[in-house]
């Protein structure tokens, strides 16, 4: 994912924009403030991916800064390479604690949460480790945007080179999670944390199966295998995302239609058609049905139980 340029009024000057030109860029949509002195190509903030707005935030808030910010919660969690799925960006996240420098920079939000102090770069910018970050995550994001960050996180840690998952790994970082739980016992958001990591796995390869599965969940699936193995041609084997009540189901994502590292130099075209050919191979070796869905079936649990319902699967 690229990195989403911010650009400071002093970077504009000696750019040669005049004051005048720049109220014009801002008059006419074509630049956005993001913070008191920091603009962004309007544009392509409108498109930016929530992870590449909490970045740019956070840069151009360092910036502003006499001491180094460390970053924390959502902002950490962008800087970590985590999804926000559904984040809505504010104020760049900055824990207050111990030794470290508050920074005086206006326009973000401080959190003077009980914390070991511990940090890890990123880019440059300091934020709180992976594990506390996840936990911050957890309890103050709403649930769409938690599960699929603690997912993605014991992923991170537990996946190694030949695409397995080693679940010790992973379940070390859930035990991890669980400590800091202990230590905020009665805090807001601590309840909603503490059910997520329970429910948190590796497995999940995208924000979309994350909240699938939790939406399944919810809805009362129970059983809800994931990863299922079928055998493919050439002694290979293809994985569905899920089997239901003896139904198997995929999270269709745009990504792997639109992302040409994922596309491996296929062509859009190309990609549809492997998928049909894989899709088809699987319902003929496994004589099960296989349903698929995309973001706009799993907006809200009550909409996608509707979608479940109007093909069938629902009894």
């Known amino acids: 994912m690229s990195e989403l340029l911010t650009h400071s009024r002093s970077d504009l000057t000696r750019s040669g924009v005049s004051d005048r030109a720049l109220r014009e860029a801002l008059r006419s949509g074509q630049l956005l403030r993001i913070r008191n002195g920091h603009f962004v190509d309007a544009g392509k903030w409108e498109s930016a991916h929530p992870e590449q707005k909490e970045v740019a935030a956070a840069r151009a808030a360092q910036r502003d ?40 920079s206006p326009a973000v939000a401080r959190h003077h949460d009980l914390w070991d102090g511990e940090t890890t770069e990123r880019d440059g910018l300091l934020a709180t480790t992976l594990v506390r970050t996840t936990f911050d995550v957890l ?21 190694q080179e030949d695409r397995r998952i080693d ?11 669980i400590r800091l739980i202990r230590t905020a016992t009665g805090k807001r958001g601590v309840k909603q944390a503490r059910e997520l990591t329970a429910f948190a796995d590796p497995r999940a390869e995208s ?103 109007s093909i069938n699967v629902w009894p």
Not at 140 to 159: K, Q, S, W
Not at 249 to 268: L, N, P
Request: hydrophobic letters at 35%; a positive charge; one cysteine or more.
């Open 167 to 177: 679940h010790h790994r992973a379940e070390e970082f859930r035990d991890e999670v």
């Open 65 to 104: 800064a006499h001491g180094r910010h460390v970053f924390s919660h959502a902002t950490a969690a962008a800087l970590h390479g985590l999804p926000l799925f559904r984040h809505r960006p504010g104020r760049p996240h900055v824990m207050i604690g111990n030794d470290t420098l508050s920074g005086t």
């Open 139 to 159: 309890r103050t994001c709403r649930a769409e945007t938690a599960v699929a960050c603690i997912d993605a996180a014991m992923r991170r840690v537990a996946l």
């Open 207 to 309: 924000p979309g199966e994350s909240v699938s599965r939790m939406y399944l969940a919810r809805l009362g699936f129970d059983g809800i295998e994931q990863q299922v193995p079928i055998t493919a041609p050439n002694g290979r084997t293809y994985t569905v995302d899920f089997r239901v009540s003896g139904v198997l189901g995929e999270f269709d994502g745009a990504r792997k239609y639109i992302d040409r590292g994922m596309r491996g130099g296929r062509s859009v075209e190309q990609v549809v058609l492997d998928e049909k050919r894989r899709e088809d191979w699987i319902r003929a070796r496994s004589g099960e049905r296989l349903i698929r869905w995309t973001n706009q079936e799993i907006t809200t649990p009550d909409h996608f139980l509707r979608f479940l319902r």
